[in-house]
């Protein structure tokens, strides 16, 4: 299993995002970090790990990393959906052929993709299987994306929302539901019609909440908002690994997938972006009716616990699902630093000081 993980880059005197992340990777290895369609984002990619405490180690060194490198430049570093404090004027996009003609065909959509999120892959045995997978966890993201939850703020104001990076990015043309799929070659084909339809310029731009990969049998998990805490990623990735152990079961037994109809799944995303941790989840699949956050959680937990005893995770990853539900979203979190202070200042150095608390 791998992480990728965005970051935004925060002026340390006005808490502003800043457009350096290139001063960043200059410090850093090219295999490791890169950069994004803003200037003002930097990404880390895991070496592919074996288990939750190897994965807990190199993310930990890679914002170790980061964090020399931002300090070098006197920056700070945000690992978060949004960040309050946003200039627009003292921001660019990434200078590249492909990043140029993004800002042209989408305008707004680009201009305003000021967000970062954590992309979560997992090891499958080949592309038909993950094309598989994929159909049959949709029912539990909502719960996965209401854990990450860390962008209530969007241009200096309170959104409502615990993810407003989610409504954000799922504006894009190819964002959401991959709809019904059967094999790794009907994927291939709607992937070269949407390129064909010239909406979207190439294979990288299916941004689909979970996809396999184009060139590796693994399965990307695509939702999350980028968390400041990282004992979060370690949740979602170890919950998101187990769900995709358990469904490759299910597909090895013959077990029929559970169908909900797409909008039912958006109503339950849309609902986990509303309320992160801090209300009601759709309890998908059993009913359409909402339960309370942490019941979902806890719900979710239960159903994986085979899986998580299989590759003994079940210990860390419940101890962290029980922490992430008495501690709350960071999206609450954020809120209460506000509401304490009435200064988003105070709200960019919180996440700024919880993305590089030592794991």
Not at 33 to 41: D, N
Not at 251 to 277: E, K, T
Request: one cysteine or more; glycine letters at 6%; charged letters at 20%.
């Amino acid at each position: 299993m791998g992480v990728e993980e965005e970051f935004h880059v925060v002026d340390l005197a006005t808490r502003e995002l800043v457009a350096e992340a290139p001063q960043l990777l200059a410090h850093l290895p090219v295999e490791s970090f890169g950069g994004e369609l803003h200037r003002s984002v930097v990404e880390s990619k895991s070496a592919v790990c074996g288990g939750l405490d190897e994965l807990r180690g190199e993310l930990a060194r890679l914002r170790s990393q980061l964090a020399s490198a931002a300090e070098a430049e006197g920056l700070g570093l945000a690992a978060a959906g949004t960040v309050p404090l946003v200039d627009p004027l003292r921001l660019a996009v990434t200078p590249s052929t492909r990043y140029a003609r993004m800002l042209d065909d989408y305008q707004l959509l680009a201009r305003e993709q000021l967000i970062c999120g954590v992309q979560v892959h997992v090891q499958l045995s080949d592309r038909d299987l993950a094309v598989a997978v994929a159909q049959r966890v949709s029912p539990f993201l909502p719960c996965l994306l209401a854990l990450s939850a860390s962008s209530p703020f969007w241009f200096g104001e309170d959104s409502g929302y615990a993810s407003a990076r989610s409504l954000v990015w799922q504006r894009w043309p190819t964002a959401g539901l991959s709809g019904e799929i059967s094999s790794a070659a009907e994927h291939d084909a709607l992937v070269a019609d949407l390129v064909a339809s010239e909406v979207i310029s190439d294979p990288g731009m299916i941004y689909f909440d979970v996809r396999p990969s184009a060139h590796v049998p693994t399965l990307e998990l695509r939702i999350m908002d980028a968390c400041p805490n990282l004992d979060d990623v370690m949740l979602i990735a170890g919950l998101f690994r187990a769900l995709v152990r358990r469904e490759r079961h299910s597909v090895a037994m013959g077990v029929a997938p559970v169908r909900i109809a797409a909008p039912l799944l958006r109503a339950a995303m849309w609902r986990a972006a509303r309320s992160g941790m801090e209300g009601r989840l759709l309890d998908l699949p059993q009913s359409p009716r909402p339960i309370p956050a942490g019941d979902s959680v806890r719900g979710l937990l239960g159903g994986l616990r085979t899986w998580l005893e299989e590759s003994r995770d079940w210990h860390q990853v419940s101890a962290l699902a029980e922490d992430a539900i008495a501690r709350g979203s960071s999206a609450a979190q954020q809120r209460n630093v506000y509401q304490r202070s009435g200064r988003l200042v105070d709200v960019v150095d919180h996440l700024v000081d919880r993305t590089l608390i030592p794991a």
